[in-house]
């Protein structure tokens, strides 16, 4: 039983290249959410989804992009990657809208130079 | 905004009981959450309140009132492994109907023998 999985575990980018962050996960969740987590700010939403095919806006939105084209897979898109995106990222997911459980993955630490 | 606020360290002795508090602005508020975040690791969740009262579980319980929008979280027969950072999430209802879980920045605990 896999869970929630991300990858890649560590990555480093150059200034303005772009990436995707990659989220899947194996329990049929309808909720799948990312959050960044930096020193001293804690845990803050990125995007969210509620179901395949449907996005919406977190916290601090700017700079990433989101699909969700299959249940299973919540890919977190940079398109032009900034010094102030270094920070560890979180993909979580959830049973239902209620989001009385969240299963988080190991996370993604990222360094934009 | 969500503002939820909790101190940022705290420090206890092995066996002891330590409480941990959180407030957080009530304006759609629909329930709290505790998580437990390991140095390095990805946060587990730890309880859930939704209704005022307390909620126990083995050695740690959650308490809630919401017309104070106050929570704490408790930690009883303290041992070393409890040593993290703990998080307090608040989970609002947006227009759409859909739900946001916004987390505070964190409490790390250092549990000393």
């Known amino acids: 039983n896999a869970g929630v999985t991300q990858t890649p575990k560590f990555q480093v980018l150059k200034t303005g290249q772009s990436m995707t962050l990659q989220c899947a996960q194996d329990?049929?969740?309808?909720?799948m959410s990312w959050y960044r987590q930096d020193p001293g700010m804690g845990l803050r939403l990125i995007h969210y989804?509620?179901?395949?095919?449907?996005?919406d806006q977190g916290e601090v939105p700017n700079g990433y992009n989101v699909s969700r084209s299959t249940t299973e897979d919540f890919p977190l898109r940079l398109l032009s990657a900034a010094p102030s995106q270094t920070s560890v990222y979180f993909c979580?997911?959830?049973?239902?809208?209620?989001?009385?459980?969240?299963?988080f993955g190991s996370g993604t630490q990222l360094s934009v130079l | 905004g969500q503002n939820i606020d909790q101190p940022t360290e705290m420090t206890a002795t092995e066996g002891a009981i330590v409480q941990i508090n959180c407030t957080y602005q009530?304006?759609?508020?629909?329930?709290l959450f505790w998580y437990q975040q390991h140095a390095g690791e990805a946060p587990t969740f730890l309880s859930y309140?939704?209704?005022?009262g307390l909620e126990e579980k083995g050695r740690f319980s959650s308490f809630l009132s919401r017309s104070k929008g106050y929570s704490y979280l408790l930690l009883k027969e303290l041992q070393m492994k409890d040593s993290a950072s703990y998080l307090c999430?608040?989970?609002?209802?947006?227009?759409?109907?859909?739900?946001?879980?916004?987390f505070g920045a964190g409490t790390r605990l250092a549990v000393h023998p």
């Open positions: 979580a997911s959830s049973p239902d809208r209620d989001l009385r459980k969240l299963f």
């Open positions: 329990m049929n969740h309808e909720y």
């Open positions: 989804s509620v179901g395949a095919g449907i996005t």
């Open positions: 009530t304006s759609g508020f629909n329930g």
């Open positions: 309140n939704v209704l005022d």
């Open positions: 999430a608040v989970r609002f209802m947006f227009s759409g109907g859909y739900n946001k879980l916004i």
